[in-house]
């Protein structure tokens, strides 16, 4: 998968990290992927996933870091 841009908020605290994603999605053309690491030790990993929802976009894929198992990455489509 390709994502359009890459950010990494794994030391950025919930609910920074979701402002920074959903600032994030609003630079980049609608039809595109955002790749965005967050820690995945906190409730980070449930909260934006539902938020990114909420607001009318999709999370197509999470998957974790293979050597940094602390580490999730969300594939995000920019749908509006």
Do not use: Y
């Not at 979701?18 to 967050?38: N, S």
């Amino acid at each position: 998968m390709t994502a359009m841009e890459a950010q990494d908020f794994r030391k950025t605290k919930c609910p920074l990290n979701f402002v920074k994603t959903r600032l994030a999605l609003e630079k980049i053309p609608v039809g595109e992927v955002l790749e965005v690491w967050i820690d995945g030790a906190s409730e980070s990993v449930m909260n934006i996933p539902k938020s990114i929802a909420a607001e009318g976009h999709e999370v197509i894929a999470q998957d974790r870091h293979p050597e940094d198992v602390d580490a999730v990455r969300l594939w995000i489509r920019r749908l509006k």
